[in-house]
């Protein structure tokens, strides 16, 4: 079951993760339709932060921006329609 998205856990409220969570679901959102492994989008974001993209790709699974299915991350249908209206 997945977590409840409006209790993330605290490392989550850390400013500190913001750019990296834009940053990769800036990233997936740009390389959509293909899917990408969480090695391939460690390399591509930055491969010498393992702990914060997979802290970032957790945060971002648990609000429903991305969805993670093994080894692949995706941007789900509602990050893939807000960025589609260019709200942001």
Known sequence: MQDNPSSCPPAF????????????LA???YEFPKQLTREE?????DSG???EIRR???CLDVTGLVWCEGDFVLPTLA???FDWLELS
């Open 13 to 24: 409220d850390e400013r500190e993760d913001k750019p990296m969570q834009r940053a990769i």
């Open 27 to 29: 990233f997936l959102l």
């Open 41 to 45: 989008l460690r390399y591509a974001v």
């Open 49 to 51: 932060k393992g702990k």
């Open 56 to 58: 970032a790709v957790r």
């Open 79 to 81: 990050a893939r329609h």
